[in-house]
């Protein structure tokens, strides 16, 4: 299984080759993803919520270098969950699961920590649309970012934040900036009340 997470482009082999065009702006880098989930998962047996999953990447990435976690991801293209569920499948891996569904359907409480890497951006900026199969407008970003942030808002103290290329508009007052990496592109996010 190792041979898979040797590099990003061997990675990208789980996935049918017409998926690869995106993978380099839209799939979490291998060392970004180990270290959001070392992040994350500081405590044993917590459940992490990547926000907008797309191919699943972040989430089996993570899940094979932090195994006493659980990684969920959610994502509204059913052609993306089903390459995530394949992967995941020839990974072999048992803590990691997909969900199609709007980030709207999702419930917050169910989950400890998230990972953001900025899944609404494509709703501003037409030349980061992963395909023309949804709606998009500058109304839906807000409403997305405008969601993530009130449920994070209603999360303990305590709950961890990782994201990454975020414009921080998902993110509350009460999550605190405790470290980044890689040029500010990756920071992590504590909330403290």
Avoid at 36 to 41: T, V, W
Avoid at 49 to 66: E, M, R, T, V
Avoid at 106 to 116: E, G
Avoid at 143 to 168: C, D, I, P, W
Wanted: with cysteine; net charge negative; proline share 2%.
């Amino acid at each position: 299984m190792n041979q898979w997470f040797a590099s990003d482009l061997q990675f990208q082999l789980l996935y049918p080759e017409a998926s690869h065009a995106q993978a380099s702006m839209h799939w979490t880098p291998l060392h970004i993803a180990r270290k959001a989930a070392e992040f994350l998962a500081a405590e044993k047996n917590v459940k992490i919520l990547d926000i907008g999953s797309g191919a699943g990447k972040f989430c089996l990435a993570a899940a094979h270098y932090q195994s006493n976690a659980f990684f969920y991801g959610i994502e509204q293209r059913a052609e993306l969950v089903t390459y995530a569920e394949a992967a995941a499948d020839t990974l072999g891996l048992q803590n990691v699961s997909f969900m199609h569904a709007n980030i709207t359907e999702a419930d917050f409480r169910k989950y400890d920590h998230f990972y953001f890497f900025n899944s609404f951006y494509e709703n501003l900026d037409s030349g980061y649309r992963i395909d023309e199969n949804i709606r998009y407008s500058k109304e839906l970003y807000s409403t997305y970012n405008r969601f993530v942030y009130k449920q994070l808002e209603k999360k303990t103290g305590g709950t961890r934040l990782a994201t990454f290329h975020s414009m921080e508009d998902e993110i509350p007052t009460s999550f605190y900036e405790v470290a980044s990496t890689d040029d500010g592109l990756l920071k992590f996010w504590i909330k403290v009340y």
